[in-house]
């Protein structure tokens, strides 16, 4: 399920928060986005709908907190990018990124680094 840019911005604030929150506390940090409370109560609805929120009481008032964490959502669309965009070839995807823009030095050492972490050193 993807998230739209709206509901990023919600969980972004739910992502980076230690505790549950409030729909009062979403709103107090969203004022740039002029939403009315139904709005921000619609969002919270889809994303729970979509998996991504629980909704708990807490006393009298519902609190939100991530169902799923960031680095889950961000693996679960960049796969689903690389799927539909590259037919699944990360070879692809990465020689798009760099044909688009070519790598620094420090940039080239970085991705070796990882490579050779994640066993892509050919021996």
């Known amino acids: 399920m993807k998230i739209s840019q709206s509901e990023m911005k919600i969980m ?3 992502w980076n928060s230690t505790e549950p929150l409030t ?6 940090q969203l004022p740039q986005e002029g939403w009315k409370p139904t709005t921000l109560l619609t969002f919270l609805s889809r994303l729970e ?6 909704i708990s ?9 991530a169902r799923v964490t960031e680095q889950q ?14 037919g699944g070839s990360t070879a ?9 823009q070519p790598l620094t030095p420090e940039e080239a050492q970085e991705l070796r680094r990882w490579f050779d972490q994640q066993g892509g050193e050919e021996k």
């Open 92 to 100: 692809s995807l990465l020689s798009a990124l760099c044909d688009a």
């Open 12 to 14: 972004r604030l739910i």
């Open 57 to 65: 009481k807490r006393r009298r008032q519902n609190t939100y907190s």
């Open 73 to 86: 959502y961000k693996t679960m669309e960049t796969r689903a990018f690389l799927e539909q965009i590259h």
């Open 49 to 54: 709908e979509k998996g991504f929120v629980t």
């Open 23 to 28: 729909a009062a506390q979403l709103m107090e």
